[in-house]
């Protein structure tokens, strides 16, 4: 009943990342056959259901009161929630940890064993959604201007929370990395924010796909070798693998 539990979780918080999510792809990420899905959704009551091969949320139990956080498809859902346990495997009881903003971040925090006790700093709304649901974990939301595209909140004033706050562990995302640009991402104001998270923790470790390799875009938050830990879902190219300590799915 554990387990089946645990499966449902999972693939409710996948359908806060995204609309629908195929029976095949939902398998392959639990690690189960497609029959085992079927049996957990016919004999556990839970907001969703299996319609026309999808997983999608039941239509009769979606009010008006819905809290959508991504308009978009979620994609590489397989590869993030690897990633994500090979991140979260690095919370350890007692962290003070704070989560950037991102599509894989809220992976992580999902992927954090409920027992654990620590202590959570983030900025985005949507992983505030997943680590207020953890009971032993202590959130701390940063507050500031809200941003829909995002779901990210802008510090307003000079001394924010993070200004206030020494982690010991930094989860970072990026939209690109490379060598000689360093690692950047879209937006400005985020790109401060990690800047800032950076500054104030014992250990940065950066969280990226393959596919930000040899990417720059025009936000830059800091050269490669200011991070300690690279988690990437392959393993990354030699050049970078060579200037920083790497963690990989493969």
Do not use: W
């Not at 993030?80 to 991140?87: D, N, P």
């Not at 937006?187 to 040899?214: C, G, P, W």
């Amino acid at each position: 009943m554990d387990k089946m539990n645990s499966r449902i979780q999972k693939l409710e918080f996948l359908l806060k990342q995204m609309d629908k999510i195929h029976l095949r792809e939902a398998a392959e990420i639990l690690k189960v056959s497609e029959m085992t899905i079927r049996r957990d959704l016919s004999s556990c009551a839970s907001s969703i259901i299996l319609l026309g091969g999808y997983i999608v949320k039941d239509p009769k139990k979606q009010g008006n009161k819905q809290y959508q956080i991504f308009e978009h498809q979620g994609k590489n859902t397989a590869e993030k929630m690897q990633l994500a346990k090979i991140a979260a495997s690095l919370v350890e009881e007692g962290d003070v940890v704070f989560f950037d903003c991102g599509s894989t971040i809220p992976f992580i925090a999902t992927e954090i064993d409920h027992h654990l006790n620590f202590t959570a700093v983030c900025c985005s709304i949507n992983t505030f959604l997943i680590l207020q649901e953890k009971p032993n974990c202590e959130v701390i939301l940063c507050g500031g201007r809200y941003s829909r595209h995002n779901a990210f909140l802008t510090p307003i004033q000079s001394q924010t929370e993070l200004e206030m706050i020494r982690t010991n562990k930094a989860f970072i995302s990026a939209a690109g990395v490379d060598l000689k640009q360093g690692v950047t991402c879209f937006n400005f104001d985020e790109a401060r924010v990690k800047q800032v998270a950076m500054a104030r923790t014992q250990q940065s470790i950066l969280v990226v796909d393959h596919a930000k390799f040899h990417q720059i875009q025009q936000a830059y938050i800091a050269n490669l070798d200011a991070f300690d830990i690279l988690i990437c879902d392959q393993p990354a190219p030699t050049e970078f693998a060579d200037q920083i300590i790497t963690c990989t799915t493969k």
